[in-house]
Structure formats: structure tokens, C-alpha cells
């Protein structure tokens, strides 16, 4: 099972990752291609890239986040077995958010998503 961050609880840094669409949160993670990575550092964005994410299985979706060293993924929708996986990687998930990519992540900097 996925672990659930709780609000206001950012680390001092983290990579902090999004799947994108269009420049929103993509609607459902098991079928997105990119992801915004955020590096954070004391709540504030440090550098962002856009990278694309392997269209394989779940497995090597959940090794390429594992690889950029992703500490949360804030997305919109999300089936079970990717969201056990995710949450077996170590990886906090955020799930069943909405909106454009750049508020998304503000709002979880600021502890308000």
C-alpha cells in the first residue's frame, strides 16, 4: 500500500515529481509519458526539468522515479497496482490531484494542497 503524505511535511530537499499533461496534472499516472521533476530545497523550487517517462511496464515506471531519486509523486488518478508499487519503492504519493503543474507544486511547498 501507498504511503500518504501528510500535510505540511516537506523536507528540507526532495525531488518532488508530476505527471504532465498539457500543463496540468496529468489525469491518470499509468498511462502518462512525462513528468515535471522538481528539486526542492527548503520549500522553494531549485531547478525543474521535464523528463520522459519509460512507456514499459509499471515496474520500470516505478525504477525510472526510484533512479531521479523521486521522494514524492502528486498525481491525479492512479490504479491500485502501480500505486502499491509506487508506495513499495519508498516513494510518497499524492494521488486524485487536479491543475496546472506549477500550482500544484506551489501549493504542496506551502503546505496548502
Known amino acids: 500500500m501507498a504511503r500518504y503524505l501528510l500535510s505540511g511535511c516537506v523536507e528540507a530537499k526532495m525531488n518532488v515529481a508530476v505527471p504532465v499533461w498539457e500543463g496540468r496534472v496529468s489525469p491518470l499516472f499509468d498511462t502518462a509519458q512525462r513528468i515535471l521533476l522538481a528539486e526542492t530545497f527548503d520549500s522553494r523550487i531549485r531547478c525543474q526539468k521535464v523528463l ?26 492512479i490504479s491500485q497496482p502501480l500505486s502499491r508499487m509506487v508506495g513499495t519503492g519508498g516513494i510518497i504519493l499524492i494521488p486524485w490531484v487536479a491543475g496546472g503543474v506549477e500550482e500544484v507544486i506551489s501549493a504542496y511547498l506551502t503546505g496548502c494542497l
Open 52 to 77: 520522459e517517462l519509460p512507456n514499459q511496464t509499471f515496474k520500470e515506471c516505478v525504477g525510472f522515479l526510484c533512479n531521479q531519486k523521486v521522494r514524492v509523486l502528486i498525481c491525479g488518478a
